[in-house]
C-alpha cells in the first residue's frame, strides 16, 4: 500500500507561480510512472503532466512551457512548479503513481487532492 499526500495548494492571482508537493509513503520513483492530473467544477478529471522512472516526462499541451513536474528521491516526493498560471488553471490537482511491483502485481494510487484557485 502507498499512500500519496498533496500539499501547496492555495490561492494565486493570473501570473503567479504555485509548487505542489506529492510526498509518497515509500519509494516508488524506480518503478512506473509519476503523474498529476487536475479536476475542475463540472469537468471530468484530466491529465496534466507525467514522470517516468527513466526521467521522461510528458505535458498537457495545456501547460507546456509552464509547469514542471520533477521529484526528490530522496524525499519521496514529485513536484509540480506552475508558472504563469492563468484562471482556467483553478482546479483540484491530484497526484497519481501507477506501475507495476517487483513481484509482478500492478498498482494505481491517488492522493486525496489540492485546490489551486488563480483569481483574474
Known amino acids: 500500500q502507498v499512500q500519496l499526500v498533496e500539499s501547496g495548494g492555495g490561492l494565486v492571482q493570473t501570473g503567479g507561480s504555485l509548487r505542489l508537493s506529492c510526498a509518497a509513503s515509500?519509494?516508488?520513483?524506480?518503478?512506473?510512472?509519476m503523474g498529476w492530473y487536475r479536476q475542475a467544477p463540472g469537468k471530468q478529471r484530466e491529465f496534466v503532466a507525467t514522470l517516468r522512472s527513466g526521467g521522461s516526462t510528458n505535458y498537457a499541451d495545456s501547460v507546456k512551457g509552464r509547469f514542471t513536474i520533477s521529484r526528490d528521491n530522496a524525499k519521496n516526493t514529485v513536484y509540480l512548479q506552475m508558472n504563469s498560471l492563468k484562471p482556467e488553471d483553478s482546479a483540484v490537482y491530484y497526484c497519481?503513481?501507477?506501475?507495476?511491483?517487483?513481484?509482478?502485481?500492478?498498482?494505481?494510487?491517488w492522493g486525496q487532492g489540492t485546490q489551486v484557485t488563480v483569481s483574474s
Open positions: 515509500r519509494n516508488i520513483f524506480n518503478s512506473g510512472i
Open positions: 497519481n503513481a501507477v506501475g507495476v511491483w517487483q513481484t509482478g502485481g500492478r498498482y494505481n494510487y
